[in-house]
């Protein structure tokens, strides 16, 4: 058994050759010697110069060999199509036998024709591949990545592993070499949307009429009785020692600052659905290039945060050339789960932003509490407009607001329902994942039912229904 074990290969190590070969051929030299055996006396050298050009080689390995990785296109939009080119160059006389590269592949991303190794601790995906490369000689292989989900992808970072053409000496190099690939969310038009191509923000009001930015300071005048308190210069009220208050820059350019809700349940830290989810953040982008083809200032506030990150999402209203392209940017790295509910922020954002500004809330769903900020911040002034993907359109409640509601983005969406029924709805109930399964994946099923059962869903009572 102890012999057994000593010709077992250690795939662990960097190397398969030991210190066993050298004791082989100074007993075969010694004893070729002795008995001036000729045939032993080569065996020994043989060794020796075979270990020797062996050694060499390997170490001559990663001379002059170089690994790239490539794309096409780094930023595209949803449901595109990118291609990957790897390849690898050999820029000396000796060739490489044989060279297997560990590359890190974005797992979301699957790569047409070939199966990709996912890490479940990391969620991160291997491609291995074999090369051989001849003395200066470039190998190229294409590949066709479909992306078709939302988000910062990450590729790399590489582990190489290459040696001699004897299989004796292995070396392994590992290279921080990482490629982002951007994949916008998808992006609707004024009639996929069903909005009014002329002011689907709402009407701004009378033409040339002015509004105090308080985000820009011009100077100072004598405090009167009718300024708020945050209007006061305590700075220049200390220096002067009386009351001053800020002159604000008066504005008559119309502002759209859109909020973006990231959670589909009402409490949202109970999950969310992934696809419905998806096409909140696709309506907000489709709302920000509108408002940008309409030569308008946007900005973005989202209750989500960047990957890495548990700061909300907040980038003031701007007319830049590239305003449009930073919006879709956070959107495509705005992560899932909400840092806060959206009622709090709205009403946390709302005093800080210019009174001109057109408030627009992009949300999934349109509960009371969130219904209710709307409605404070409609009574004091403020102009809002509300665009929803809930299944009822809550018009009658909210006077003053504009409502834009969409249901038919989310048609093909099967959303859990409660009913209660017993055989009918257990029927209906597993249609109903059946179809979201289908829609969402089986993981995010698993997960809704997860949290399904722990608010109270019951297999008999309480079912999902189609």
């Not at 007993?27 to 032993?40: D, M, P």
């Not at 100072?220 to 820059?249: M, V």
């Not at 002034?381 to 509601?405: C, F, I, K, N, S």
Request: hydrophobic share 45%; charged share 20%.
């Amino acid at each position: 058994m102890f012999l057994r074990a000593r010709r077992t290969i250690d795939t662990s190590k960097d190397t398969q050759f030991t210190d066993a070969w050298f004791v082989l051929a100074t007993i075969l030299a010694i004893v070729g010697l002795v008995l001036s055996n000729a045939f032993l006396t080569a065996a020994a050298a043989v060794i020796l110069v075979v270990t020797g050009v062996a050694w060499g080689w390997s170490r001559l390995g990663f001379f002059g060999l170089s690994y790239t990785r490539t794309l096409n296109e780094t930023r595209v939009f949803r449901g595109e199509t990118v291609t990957l080119e790897l390849a690898v160059r050999n820029q000396k006389f000796l060739p490489v036998n044989w060279l297997v590269v560990r590359d890190i592949f974005p797992s979301d991303l699957p790569v047409a024709g070939r199966e990709l190794v996912v890490n479940p601790g990391t969620n991160q995906a291997e491609y291995v591949t074999f090369w051989m490369p001849g003395p200066f000689q470039r190998t190229v292989r294409r590949f066709d990545v479909t992306c078709h989900v939302r988000g910062f992808h990450r590729y790399g970072p590489v582990t190489m592993t290459t040696g001699d053409g004897f299989g004796f000496f292995n070396r392994t190099r590992h290279v921080d070499d990482e490629l982002r690939l951007i994949v916008y969310p998808q992006l609707y038009t004024a009639a996929e949307l069903n909005l009014p191509t002329k002011n689907p923000f709402g009407s701004v009001g009378v033409k040339g009429q002015l509004y105090e930015d308080p985000m820009r300071t011009i100077g100072i005048r004598e405090w009167r009785q009718e300024d708020a308190p945050r209007r006061i210069h305590w700075k220049a009220t200390a220096r002067q020692q009386q009351l001053l208050s800020r002159i604000y820059e008066p504005s008559e350019e119309q502002q759209i600052l859109l909020f973006l809700n990231v959670a589909t349940l009402e409490r949202h830290w109970h999950g969310y659905l992934p696809e419905l989810q998806e096409r909140t953040i696709a309506v907000a982008g489709s709302l920000a290039a509108q408002a940008v083809e309409q030569r308008l200032a946007v900005g973005l506030i989202a209750n989500g945060a960047l990957p890495e990150s548990d700061q909300p999402i907040r980038l003031l209203p701007g007319r830049s050339p590239a305003q449009l392209v930073r919006i879709l940017e956070l959107l495509a790295a705005v992560t899932p789960f909400a840092t806060d509910p959206i009622e709090r922020m709205l009403l946390s954002e709302a005093p800080r932003l210019p009174w001109g500004a057109t408030l627009v809330l992009v949300t999934a769903i349109a509960h009371d509490a969130l219904l209710a900020s709307i409605l404070d911040l409609a009574q004091v002034g403020r102009r809002m407009v509300l665009v929803t993907l809930a299944q009822e359109p809550p018009r009658r409640l909210l006077e003053g607001v504009t409502v834009y509601h969409l249901p038919h983005l989310v048609d093909d969406i099967v959303a859990p329902a409660l009913v209660q029924d017993g055989t009918i709805g257990a029927r209906r109930g597993r249609c109903a994942m059946y179809r979201l399964e289908r829609i969402c994946g089986m993981n995010s099923a698993a997960r809704l039912r997860n949290m399904l059962k722990h608010v109270g869903w019951s297999g008999d009572l309480v079912t999902l229904c189609c």
